[in-house]
Each structure stands twice: as structure tokens, then as C-alpha cells.
């Protein structure tokens, strides 16, 4: 399977967010466990929690909004590690949810280009709610050219197409694989033990009010929103005749699920309103080519302040490097936008759980050095580049255990977070965004910030 072009598709067929919002009325609240927070890139307003303690469930579901988040950073752990926190989550909003007397539904939201603990994560979710009728599998990121199309999962520039497993993301050292269609993909992850998949197509999708197939896993077609939300208004009719779904999903199917269109970025004045005063740090731990060049495209425009954390004196343990790093970070805040970021030559171990472990140790090292130089000088906001940087930086660095999420920063892409405390904090996921996306992200902050 090679790169194609965008075959000719039936019209469109346009359902309205105001439509599936009018069909949420009574229906359960989603809980979505989020294995990075780069899932909250296509919503706006919605609570989201770092910690999961009986008193922030309580807290998020006494908001009333029609989904919240809980930020579990799955993807940074091992299976078991993965498995234990899910099974922690789901527990805390079930008695939360039992206290409240409200319904919930759970949605296990995984990365757009296929990475992730599939199917542990589902599995863990259905063996404490009761084994579901199906699990929902939509991975689309309809903003970021991430689609799904004749049941294979692409990513596309245009009219160009590239199968998934013949992209970069399809080679990550932890959750690699080598399927582009996604029966075929949840029968790899699976180990054969799924072959149960029927798939929804765009046809079925655009040709009128669709009928759920039935079977272990359904997997959805979705070019644009309005596929996914003619999705879901099947999934909600099938919900209310007392059918059970897990959903397995990308960021475009929560906006579909909460009834949320397409919405532009954050206006200016509202930046401004939530942006601090000074100036702003940017915390890079990811490593893919796309993060490099955006990297470069932002010395290139803006001169920056860049203080570097040398991986190998990080994994030798070196402390004083990190002090210096902290010390000279404070000190560069105080007139200029501060980079700080690890070396840029990536380094793996010798299987996955090594691979994740110099991946853990990494991203503590600089989420360590953030909450240094925060808890000196508190930056204008902090922007975090890379999913499992973005989560440490939230939990460990700023200790954002409630936020809501006040929208992108560009057309579905990069989200604001507003904590209930401390400076704000940009989601920047590794594999988002054009070239300029991070230097178009970084003049707009410090436009707000400066104003």
C-alpha cells in the first residue's frame, strides 16, 4: 500500500453540532481518560483534571459540562503501570459518578496516528464497568490531516494520502506496528485475540441516518466532523435502547461526542485576558522531525534564549547540570522568550520498558528544572512541546490538578489550559502543526503577554 490521492467521495452530508447537543439531554457524562493531553486540542470549556482524587471527580462532575478529562499519561507506562492507573481512574469516577447519581461513559482517548496501550486500555475499562456490546474505535484528527477511510487509517496533506504504518509514527520504538487498516491493525495490537471488527463507512456515514453494525469492535470512517457526528447520533440512539460502548478514540470524536463544532482559535483579547505579563517559557521534550523543524523555524524568527539539557549528563545522573540549567533560565526570563530543551539526538534502549525508562527519566529531568525556574520566577505561561512533556510539565512542573480548557491557538491544534491556580499552560503535541506552527504559536503568546 503506497501514497495515493483522495478518491471521489459521496457529498458530504451536514449534521449540525446544535443537533447532537440537542440529542445529549439526559445521556451519561463522558469521562475521558486521556493518555497525554494533547486530546484536548479540539475542544473548548470542558474541565480537565490531572489527579483523580475522590474531591476533583466530585469537582468535575458538579460542573455539569457534558465530558471532562482526566489526564492519566497512560502512554508514558509500562502495561502494568498503564493498567493499574486506568483501573485507579475508572474505580474513583464510578463511585463519584454513584454519589452523584449521575450516569458516566468512559472513552479511552489514544493517539491520532495509532500509538498507544491498545487493547489493554479498553480491556481495562469494560472488566470494572461490565464487559460493553462494542468498543468505538475512531482515532481521526480531521484538523491534523489524521483520517479514517475504507476502514484504513491515513494520514493526509491535501488530496495526498499516506498510510499510517508507512509514516514515522508507525516506527515508535514503544508502540510501533505495521497496519494501516484498522482490523487489521486492532488484530496486530491484540496478538490475533480481536478479529471481530466491522467497519462503518463513508457511504453508510453520508447516504443517511446510519445503522451501528454489530461486532466486538466497530470502526469508523471520518473525513470531516460531520462524519463522526452522524456517528454519534446512531451511538446515542443505541445508547438510550441500552446498548453499551467503550470508546477508543482521537481528539475530532470528543468534540463530535460533546456536540462541539469546528471552532476558530482563541480571539486576542481573550489571550490576552489569560496570559500573564513578561515573558513566556518553552519546554520542548519531543523528538520527532516534525518538532525539529519547528524548532528551527523558531530561532530563525525570534532570538531566543536556549538552555539545553545534554540527555547522556541527564541519564549519568548529573545534578549541577540541572541547576545551572535552572539558574540560567531564571535569569534569561527577565528579557527575552526562553527555550529550554534536551539535546536533539534521540536515545532508546535496547527493548520498550528501557526505551520508556530513558524516557521517564528525561522528561523528569526537565519537568524538575520547569517547576525550578516556575516557583522562582513564574513565567508568562509555560508552553509544552510533546505529549508526555506537556502531562509531566502539568502534574509535576505547574501542579495543575484542575483546569479547564479554553481552546486552540491554531485551527484545531494546540490548546490552552487555564489552571485554577498558576501560570497557563499551551499543550503542544510532538507531531502537530506546519514548520512555522511553533513560532506562529510563540509570537502570539508573547504578542498577549507584552500587550
Known sequence: MGDGRLRALPPVRAVPAGQVRDALAGTPTVVVLDDDPTGTQTIRDLPVLTRWGADDVDWALAQGTPAFFVLTNTRSLGPDDAAARDREVVRTCLEAARRARKDVVFASR???????????????????TGEPDAVILAPAYTDAGRITLDGVHWLRDGDELTPIAESEFAADATFGYRSSRLADWVAEKSGGAITDVAELRIETLRAGPPVLPTARVIALDAVVDDDLRAAVLAILAAERDGTRFVYR?????????????????????????????????????????????????????????RVELDVHRVLDGDDE????????????????????????????????????????RV?????????????????????????????????ASLRADRAWVRGSLLPGIVSLWAPTSGPPLVVFAGNVGDDDALADVVDRLEAAACA
Open 110 to 128: 489514544g493517539d491520532s496516528t495509532l500509538r498507544g496501550h491498545f487493547p489493554l486500555e479498553t480491556d481495562v475499562i469494560a472488566e470494572e
Open 363 to 395: 522528561s523528569a529531568a526537565l519537568t524538575g528544572v520547569t517547576a525550578r525556574v516556575v516557583a522562582a520566577s513564574p513565567p508568562a505561561y509555560v508552553l509544552a512541546k510533546g505529549g508526555i512533556t506537556s502531562s509531566d510539565v502539568a502534574t
Open 321 to 360: 547540570h540541572l541547576e545551572d540549567a535552572a539558574m540560567t533560565l531564571v535569569e534569561n526570563l527577565t528579557t527575552s522568550t526562553t527555550l529550554l530543551a534536551t539535546s536533539r539526538t534521540l536515545v532508546t534502549g535496547r527493548d520498550e520498558a528501557e526505551s520508556l525508562d530513558i524516557a521517564r
Open 249 to 305: 478514540v482521537g481528539p475530532s470524536f470528543v468534540r463530535a461526542r460533546v456536540g462541539q463544532p469546528e471552532q476558530p482559535p482563541i480571539g486576542d483579547v481573550e489571550l490576552r485576558d489569560t496570559v500573564g505579563g513578561g515573558h513566556g517559557l518553552v519546554v520542548v521534550g519531543s523528538h520527532v522531525g516534525r518538532t525539529s523543524r519547528q524548532l528551527e523555524r523558531l530561532a530563525a524568527r525570534r532570538d531566543l534564549a
